[in-house]
């Protein structure tokens, strides 16, 4: 019987009765239409794909059949290499039957399997690797114990023939994947090895005997602190078996993509670290024939002299993602086959000249992201055959020709995006072969174009562009080039292409002509200016587009697109007329503000008044033909001035007319355009008759059609081709507004009767309007300014004489505490010092509850918050910044019921460092209109806050200066202790509906607690626990479990974990940033919640170290939902200790079945 036959025949011996219960839909599919991936003798092997699709739903688990799988292989074709995809829909884990009597699976040159989402035990796995000699394996789920997990002598043959073994852990495995490979036998056709999200403390301590001949170890994201000193223990290289190769397509993804120049039969080495914590290279050493290192995202801060020395073949280095500030000198020294080097995204600020000397076969090199201001002279110029430069988002300002290799034939591509660079450097015209020079949201600014060229060298740029540089033949130069270099300035600072023409200074005209032919200029998204400067290079591009000198001119010019003037805005400068443009003009007469341009043909004055909120016309204007433009002022008249004689265009439309001079049509004899629309005119004069004009535009105003009209309408019917907008133009008669005027007859141009009697308008209407009108608005305001103070007023009124007009309580105050101050922890000192202490210093002296310092750890917040709200008469919610965060949200939600139920003024809003208008909360911004709210700023915030507060005596105004002894708003908890009442439910006095609050410790936990408090720490927490919370409980006579003394031996770890949780009143949990990945951290954490939640108690008290920022994102999402959720302890608090013995003192205290007075624990603090 063969060994796979048998292996099966055992696997159906060990799977469990319940596993034939039901059977998971399958789905398969073929596909044959593949890119083959490996060859032998130079003869590709045909691929297909046979893919399984598991619909497997999300309750139990399922089987399929091994059979299942080994019919989809044995379909007659004629591929040499077969891939298995098995896809599972959802992770639920699935059960992998072996077939008793297993069909013949035919022989393949290459079998290659891929799992991807199923989360399996190593009897499935077993069961499917063994169908078939599969020589690559790719895990993308979950492994999770059953199975084989304690048959302690079995071996995993079926594995031996994989040469490439990938596992990604997306699931919840409680497994470990390096399991798989029995530690007893040699894995000697492994070659390469990754495994993703896992963790570094799984890894095998003899892997070099498992695997004696790995090429690759890639461990990304497995929480490495220090990568793996031993490897490579091999030196020798590893082919791929049965004399295979890779095809081009394969060879490609594989190392040509990784810029790797390795023979297509063998495995590269590598050694991937992405995403760890390694963070100190200082005094590690990597060593041996490795060719690619990846290091990318470790947060890695330093680098040893040595650390790249002792390597040997490498090509491909991956620093990037890192916070390097500088490179040791000679980190990279011998590393003269490195073809990639990326240090992108770290901190580096200076670029030496020999950090990259001997790197003399790099071919790419990524500097992007990082701060550097300074590139020393040589920096790059050794490196010959470098391809690729990217120095995008940097703060580099200037670039120097002699840090660069302008010698270089291989240089390519060079990326300056995203820095504060001002000047174009001149040095990219004469890298010869280049193709790319990327100068993207920089600071560049053409200030002088001519200039610019004239300081080009052009004999380099001609050696950059010829043919060939040995040949005295440069005929060529001014063909134009067929892919041009680009040159790419978009999203910079140009605003001006002015160039001076100038047929005496040939080498100027030619420059600029060489610029053309070979590099295409971008300038997408440029503030470019198209004024009369960019005339001489419009015509001169054009005259060399109508030769056919230059061709292709939509893709050139594309991006050349005008920005200003607004007349020109998004046309392409090529489309522009000479007639269109125009420049600034310096003339003194020039009215004031306006500005005055000349236009480059015709020589016209344009005067630009747009906006200016002028009320009348300007008395002087420049000499020559005037273009006015008075539009969008406040002119009411045009009067006759000496100077609208000379004006072609009048454009005077959005304004206020009102009236026009009659005179003023009569003055305009060179008119070719007014613009009257959108005025106030009622009636124009008739004069308008006599103008030459070639167009009028006249409507947007309220023209009277009265017997002083029908000229206009005569007038515009008979000059529809002048008047552009006569449909528009329309009038009121008596009967009716708004009449098109061409449409309206001549019968109802009726003038108004214009007698006048006796009536004084002034004196019987005007007079006795505005009267009454002063009256009522003095009353309004009086009114309006007593309702807007109502509140201040009624204030004053209670800090002088101790009334409380309207505002009395009308509940019957039997709750003990007065009031609760909820805020978030950011705000507490300002919430202690003006909210807190006077309230508890007022002559009142009142009972106060503060959120950060008296809720009891361990609890929820909305715990704390339920048992609060039944028990006090007021709330105080503390609101600031642009965004209420969740806790505080939730506290008035519950503060609400009690609102609704009682219908008393239980809530108080307090707004700080934030306007009331930007409150998102709908239900808060409602309750500000009629509720109670204070802001910070006010003058009378103290004495307004005790104006709210529960009636105890009157004069309560609060003094600083008052005499108080120390309490607890200065040193600890002054009331904490009587948050909690065990004894019974307790419910608002006038709701039908009672809030519970269940006993912190029920009898049954009381009975089997043996010890009062559980310590669990990572290892690297060792210390802060011992020293500094196991003395603090001890002191108190508390039996403390601490696991690094008294874990038992003998039980496993986990035993200990449950039975030290199970048998303590309290598990303290002492949360660090490493605590959050390890596994066994995170484990206790479940079982620590799971009994706070079962027993709805502050089982688990959790103390947050200083290294853990809680506003990041916190990788574990039940650590994360529960730090915002519950009330934690941070290490730094104010009252760490006293707040830390409380919570514990609380739950076992005798008293915490009743209510605690407010001095147990003031007398002690």
């Not at 390096?178 to 894995?187: G, K, N, P």
């Not at 295979?244 to 060879?251: A, E, I, K, P, V």
């Not at 309750?927 to 307004?944: A, M, P």
Request: aromatic share 8%; glycine share 4%; charged share 20%.
């Amino acid at each position: 019987m063969s060994p796979p036959v048998t292996f099966c025949l055992f696997v159906s011996l060990l799977l469990p009765a319940s596993a034939v219960a039901e059977e998971c839909p399958v789905q398969q599919e073929n596909d044959q239409n593949t890119p083959p991936l490996f060859a032998r003798g130079g003869k590709p092997l045909a691929r297909d794909i046979r893919t399984m699709v598991v619909h497997n739903d999300l309750k139990d688990r399922c089987i399929v059949n091994t059979s299942q799988i080994v019919t989809n292989l044995t379909r007659v074709n004629q591929a040499e290499n077969t891939v298995i995809y098995l896809i599972c829909v959802f992770p639920t884990p699935i059960v992998i039957r072996p077939d008793l009597d297993p069909e013949f699976v035919p022989e393949r040159e290459v079998y290659m399997l891929q799992i991807i989402g199923c989360s399996f035990d190593k009897s499935s796995i077993f069961a499917i690797t063994s169908l078939a000699e599969f020589k690559t394996f790719v895990f993308i789920g979950s492994l999770i114990k059953g199975g084989f997990t304690t048959l302690r002598d079995f071996r995993s043959e079926s594995l031996k023939s994989v040469f490439s073994f990938l596992h990604v852990n997306i699931g919840s495995s409680n497994e470990s994947i390096w399991t798989l490979f029995d530690e007893r036998d040699a894995f000697e056709n492994m070659g390469e090895i990754s495994i993703t999200n896992s963790h570094w403390l799984d890894l095998p301590e003899n892997i070099s005997s498992i695997f004696p001949n790995l090429q690759t170890l890639d461990l990304p994201n497995n929480g490495l602190q220090v990568p793996h000193s031993n490897f490579p223990w091999t030196q020798e290289l590893l082919y791929l078996p049965n004399n295979l190769t890779r095809t081009g397509f394969m060879h490609h993804n594989y190392a040509e993509s990784e810029s790797l120049s390795i023979p297509n039969d063998i495995f590269r080495r590598s050694m991937d670290m992405r995403e760890n914590n390694i963070t100190d290279l200082s005094m590690f050493e990597f060593h041996g024939l490795i060719h690619m290192i990846s290091l990318r995202n470790n947060s890695l801060r330093s680098l040893g002299k040595n650390t790249f020395s002792n390597i040997s073949g490498i090509q491909t280095l991956d620093l990037s993602v890192n916070n390097l500030r500088s490179l040791p000198i000679g980190v990279f020294r011998g590393l003269s086959e490195l073809r990639l080097l990326d240090l992108s995204l770290n901190e580096l600020s200076v670029v030496s000249g020999d950090d990259f000397t001997d790197l003399t076969s790099l071919l790419r090199l990524n500097l992007a992201n990082n701060k550097i201001k300074c590139i020393d002279n040589g920096s790059f110029s050794s490196l010959q055959e470098l391809l690729i430069l990217d120095l995008t988002a940097n703060s580099i300002q200037t670039l120097s020709e002699q840090s660069f290799p302008l010698e270089s034939v291989s240089l390519k591509e060079i990326y300056v995006d995203e820095n504060p660079i001002k000047v174009l450097p001149s040095f990219i015209f004469y890298v010869r072969g280049l193709k790319v020079a990327s100068f993207e949201h920089t600071h560049i600014a053409f200030e002088n174009f001519t200039d610019y060229l004239l300081n080009i060298d052009m004999n380099r740029v001609l050696m950059s562009v010829v043919k060939s540089a040995s040949s005295p033949d440069l005929s060529n130069v001014f063909h134009q080039s067929k892919v041009p270099c680009l040159v790419n300035l978009g999203h910079s600072n140009i605003t001006n292409l002015g160039f001076q023409i100038d047929q005496k200074n040939m080498t100027l005209n030619t420059s600029l002509l060489l610029l053309l032919l070979h590099f295409k200029w971008e300038f997408t998204a440029n503030p470019i200016r198209c004024n009369c400067r960019i005339n001489p290079l419009v015509s001169f591009v054009i005259a060399f587009i109508k030769n056919n000198s230059i061709v292709n001119e939509k893709e050139l010019f594309g991006s050349w697109i005008c920005q200003s003037p607004e007349e020109l805005y998004q046309k392409n400068i090529l489309e522009i007329e000479m007639n269109q443009t125009f420049c600034a003009l310096n003339e003194s007469t020039c009215p004031s503000p306006c500005k005055c341009y000349e236009r480059t043909l015709t020589g016209n004055i344009i005067v630009n008044c747009i906006n200016y909120h002028l009320k009348h016309i300007p008395a002087n204007m420049p000499l020559g033909s005037l273009e006015l433009k008075l539009c969008n002022n406040n002119i009411t008249h045009i009067a006759n001035m000496a100077y609208l004689e000379r004006v072609k265009i009048f454009d005077i439309s959005h304004n206020y007319l009102k009236s026009i001079d009659p005179s003023v049509f009569q003055t305009m004899g060179k008119l070719e355009t007014l613009n009257l629309r959108s005025n106030h005119l009622i009636r124009l004069p008739q004069t308008m008759v006599s103008l030459g004009a070639k167009s009028i535009m006249l409507s947007g105003n309220p023209y009277d059609c009265d017997c002083h009209a029908v000229w206009m309408k005569n007038w515009i019917e008979t000059n529809k081709n002048i008047v552009t907008d006569w449909d528009l133009v329309t009038c009121n008669t008596l009967q009716n507004d708004g009449n098109m005027v061409v449409k309206v007859s001549k019968a109802e141009f009726i003038c108004k009767d214009s007698s006048i009697n006796d009536f004084n308008e002034i004196k019987h209407v005007v007079l006795p309007s505005v009267a009454t009108f002063v009256t009522v608005c003095a009353v309004i305001i009086a009114i309006a300014l007593i309702y807007s103070f109502r509140i201040e007023i009624k204030v004053l009124m209670f800090i002088h004489w101790g009334l409380r007009p309207l505002d009395n309580d009308t509940g019957n105050n039997a709750e003990e505490i007065d009031c609760v101050v909820v805020h978030n922890s950011s705000d507490s000192d300002w919430v202690l010092e003006k909210v807190v202490k006077p309230l508890e210093h007022c002559r009142s002296n009142y009972t106060v509850v503060d959120s950060d310092r008296d809720f009891i750890v361990g609890y929820s917040f909305q715990q704390n918050v339920r048992n609060l709200v039944v028990r006090s008469k007021r709330m105080i919610i503390i609101v600031t910044g642009n965004s209420m965060p969740e806790n505080i949200a939730m506290s008035w939600s519950i503060a609400q019921e009690k609102i609704k139920s009682t219908k008393s003024s239980y809530g108080i809003i307090v707004t700080h460092d934030m306007q009331k208008h930007n409150i998102e909360d709908k239900d808060i911004k409602s309750y500000l209109k009629h509720g109670r709210y204070v802001d910070s700023k006010e003058r009378l915030f103290t004495n307004k806050l005790l104006y709210y507060m529960p009636g105890k005596c009157v004069n309560q105004e609060y003094h600083n200066n008052t005499k108080v002894s120390k309490s607890a708003s200065d040193s600890g908890i002054p009331f904490g202790g009587s948050i909690f009442n065990c004894t019974s439910s307790v419910s608002y006095a006038t709701s039908n509906s009672s809030l519970t609050i269940e006993c912190a410790e029920s009898d049954e936990l009381v009975i089997t607690c043996t010890t009062d408090l559980f310590i669990t720490y990572h290892d690297t927490d060792m210390d802060f626990a011992r020293h500094g919370l196991l003395p603090l409980f001890e002191a108190k006579n508390y039996d403390v479990c601490f696991p690094d003394r008294d874990f038992l031996p003998g039980p496993s770890r986990e035993e200990n974990i449950l039975n030290s949780i199970s048998s303590s009143k309290h598990t303290v949990l002492v949360l660090s940033s490493l605590y959050m990945i390890d596994e066994w951290c995170l484990f206790t954490f479940r079982a620590a919640y799971e009994k706070s939640l079962r027993k709805t108690s502050n089982h688990l008290i959790v103390v947050i170290r200083n290294d853990v920022d809680i506003s990041n994102d916190i990788p574990d999402n039940e650590i994360k939902h529960y730090i915002r959720s519950y009330v934690c302890l941070k290490e730094n608090h104010k009252w760490f200790e006293k707040k830390l013995l409380h919570c514990v003192e609380y739950s076992h205290s005798s008293q915490s079945r009743g209510l605690l007075p407010k001095q147990s624990l003031v007398t002690e603090l």
